[in-house]
């Protein structure tokens, strides 16, 4: 009987561990159930803040993408006037360039034309000095030639003789000396 006796306590304690075991697995089952819960929720909730992050994301990207576009139209824009404002300098300087060549070829001109006006009043102040002395040398040779006819001796003669009685002039100063 003591194997007996000894047999509903084994069984009662079979029992109570299959018991005891049946409630650790219902409540690991259920901490499993709760865990599974927890991580679903867990997984749902970052996934929502996963989708968030996405849309922000996405957003942000999209307003990046579209300052950039905006930005890249401005530098078109600018490399544009900038191709636009260098031409329109190049053309500045050049019409500068010939501006300032043809003002520097309109001054050689006027300075030669005003050397050439020099050139010119010199030569027709040597030319009247010329021809002044060529008058005066023919009114001289004209006198000369009256002088040498007899009535212009005569007429030399009283001159000569005025000269040298009222005016006290030597006789030596009217006859030219030669230089040695």
């Known amino acids: 009987m003591a194997k007996e006796d000894n047999m509903p306590d084994q069984t009662d304690r079979l029992l109570d561990a299959l ?3 049946t409630r650790v697995t ?3 089952i259920g901490q499993v159930r709760g865990m599974e819960r927890e991580f679903q929720a867990l ?3 970052q996934a929502k803040e ?3 992050l996405r849309e922000t994301f996405n957003g942000r990207l999209g307003e990046l993408e579209d300052e950039m576009k905006s930005t890249n139209a401005h ?7 900038t191709v636009t404002t260098n031409q329109l300098l190049r053309e500045d300087m050049s019409d500068r360039k010939v501006a300032q060549e043809h003002r520097r070829k309109l001054e050689d001109e006027e300075r030669d034309w005003r050397r050439n006006m020099e050139t010119r009043k010199l030569d027709r102040k ?15 040779d004209e006198l000369w030639g ?8 005569l007429v030399a003669g009283i001159i000569f003789f005025l000269l040298i009685k009222y005016f006290a002039v030597p006789p030596t100063a009217m006859v030219p000396h030669e230089r040695p």
């Open 19 to 21: 018991e005891h075991s």
């Open 26 to 28: 219902t409540e690991v």
């Open 43 to 45: 997984q749902e909730g």
């Open 50 to 52: 996963f989708a968030h």
């Open 75 to 81: 530098l078109d824009n600018l490399v544009r006037e």
């Open 126 to 140: 040597e030319e009247i000095e010329d021809d002044t002395r060529g008058v005066a040398k023919k009114y001289m």
């Open 146 to 153: 009256v002088f040498k006819q007899p009535f212009g001796y």
